[in-house]
């Protein structure tokens, strides 16, 4: 993974074999305040959702975040540094709680630069977060987004005053409004823009 700062990245990865990864509430938020107490130095982070075996983010890195780590034989950057540590230090507490042993993750976390020529920036990065938002629904954990705690939507609906998410710059990234957000949060989204998203 490379950043470059202000950009826009959705960020996702999944169990080892599509296998689970988060087995109880506090496996969810053990994961979130590891987050929080990681990140929001090299990152803004736009939006999340947690799923059982996967996870998704979209963050804007800051220009900490995109330093290289000095004192290694390949430089990192630490924003990627992070969230291998993130990834590892999540794993051995799932061994540790599940007395297993092996890869709880798939080896490459997917870091996939939103902006592009094709389609502006702010749609994108609606859409982007929309589709984040959507995935409990299209698996059919959920009937209605609100109903699943493990994502940004609450917060960006105003049913939740989260704080990890930086909302007022997604509104200024997205051009979005609350007025229409929630509406929007069910829209369908193409298959076209879906490749500029996930692939």
Same mark, same amino acid.
């Given at each position: 993974?490379?950043?470059?700062?202000?950009?826009?990245?959705?960020?996702?990865?999944?169990?080892?074999?599509?296998?689970?990864?988060?087995?109880?509430?506090?496996?969810?938020?053990?994961? +979130?305040?590891?987050?929080?107490?990681?990140? +929001?130095? #090299? !990152?803004?982070?736009?939006? *999340? !959702? +947690?799923?059982?075996?996967? &996870?998704?983010?979209?963050?804007?890195?800051?220009?900490?975040?995109?330093?290289? =780590? /000095?004192?290694?034989?390949?430089?990192?950057?630490?924003? %990627? $540094?992070?969230?291998?540590?993130?990834?590892?230090?999540? %794993?051995?507490?799932?061994?540790?709680?599940?007395?297993?042993?092996? $890869?709880?993750?798939?080896?490459?976390?997917?870091?996939?630069? +939103?902006?592009? #020529?094709?389609?502006?920036?702010?749609?994108?990065?609606? %859409?982007?977060?929309?589709?984040?938002?959507?995935?409990?629904?299209?698996?059919?954990?959920?009937?209605?987004?609100? #109903?699943? /705690? &493990?994502?940004? *939507?609450?917060?960006?609906? @105003?049913?939740?005053?989260?704080?990890?998410?930086?909302? /007022?710059?997604?509104?200024?990234?997205?051009?979005?409004?609350?007025?229409?957000?929630?509406? #929007?949060?069910? @829209?369908?989204? =193409?298959?076209?823009?879906?490749?500029?998203?996930?692939?």
């Amino acid at each position: 993974m490379r950043f470059y700062p202000d950009k826009v990245y959705h960020i996702y990865n999944r169990g080892n074999n599509s296998q689970r990864i988060f087995f109880n509430r506090e496996n969810y938020l053990f994961f +979130l305040r590891k987050i929080r107490n990681s990140f +929001l130095d #090299d !990152c803004h982070i736009l939006a *999340y !959702c +947690l799923m059982p075996n996967h &996870f998704h983010m979209m963050i804007q890195p800051t220009e900490k975040g995109c330093f290289q =780590k /000095e004192g290694q034989v390949v430089p990192v950057q630490s924003l %990627t $540094s992070k969230i291998a540590t993130l990834q590892s230090s999540y %794993t051995r507490a799932i061994q540790n709680q599940e007395n297993i042993k092996g $890869s709880l993750f798939q080896q490459k976390t997917k870091a996939k630069l +939103l902006a592009t #020529d094709a389609l502006p920036s702010k749609n994108i990065v609606a %859409t982007c977060l929309h589709y984040i938002h959507q995935n409990p629904l299209k698996a059919g954990l959920v009937n209605q987004l609100e #109903d699943w /705690e &493990f994502s940004s *939507y609450n917060d960006y609906a @105003g049913i939740r005053n989260g704080t990890l998410c930086n909302r /007022e710059l997604v509104y200024e990234l997205a051009d979005m409004q609350l007025e229409t957000f929630v509406k #929007d949060s069910y @829209g369908v989204i =193409k298959d076209e823009i879906l490749e500029r998203i996930i692939y």
